[in-house]
């Protein structure tokens, strides 16, 4: 659960605090994950970071419905069509890093949110910033986000940025107050 919830730029480092040397962003081409890349620019900029981009190839899942029925694909080449899309995506959001700051690319395999709680832990990154999508109270029930299991999995601050909305007048909010992170420093999210 998110034990605070940040309207604005993240604060600056305190004297004395450890400074965010690696920052790790969690990223699969959605327009929450566009959102998380700007602000994991920033933050790498301000910091001097070493940025990482990962993106993850979950496995392919094939319903074919009731009986036996034909299927024009195969788990291999499904998998191989979204490890090519995820390397897509990588490739423009590294293409989005300016050259001031040092940017690796990781594919990962498998449960996003293992995967990348594996690498946050095993990279020794100081931040992982993800940018979640709306999650309705179905997914909840069956299962949550990749964010709150990143939340309960990793021992280092996860930064989660909301895409803007298109209907932000209709909701009474302002743009940047649609844009404004959420920070999460701990296990527990509320809200």
Do not use: W
Not at 11 to 31: I, N, W, Y
Not at 58 to 87: H, N, W
Not at 131 to 158: A, I, K
């Amino acid at each position: 659960m998110l034990t605070k919830e940040v309207r604005g730029p993240v604060a600056e480092p305190a004297a004395g605090r450890r400074q965010v040397r690696r920052v790790l962003l969690a990223f699969d081409g959605s327009p929450g994950s566009h959102a998380a890349l700007e602000r994991a620019i920033a933050v790498a900029a301000d910091n001097r970071a070493l940025l990482t981009i990962a993106a993850v190839v979950v496995e392919p899942k094939m319903c074919t419905g009731f009986g036996p029925a034909v299927v024009p694909y195969t788990r291999e080449s499904m998998r191989r069509d979204i490890e090519l899309e995820m390397q897509r995506h990588l490739a423009t959001a590294r293409d989005e890093v300016p050259a001031t700051i040092s940017v690796t690319t990781r594919v990962l395999y498998g449960n996003p949110a293992k995967a990348l709680a594996a690498l946050a832990e095993a990279g020794d990154y100081d931040l992982v910033v993800v940018g979640p999508g709306r999650c309705g109270r179905l997914r909840r029930l069956l299962g949550g986000s990749v964010t709150h299991s990143l939340l309960s999995r990793v021992q280092t601050s996860v930064l989660a940025v909301r895409a803007p909305e298109r209907d932000a007048p209709e909701l009474g909010m302002s743009e940047a107050e649609l844009q404004a992170p959420l920070l999460a420093t701990g296990k527990r999210l509320a809200r």
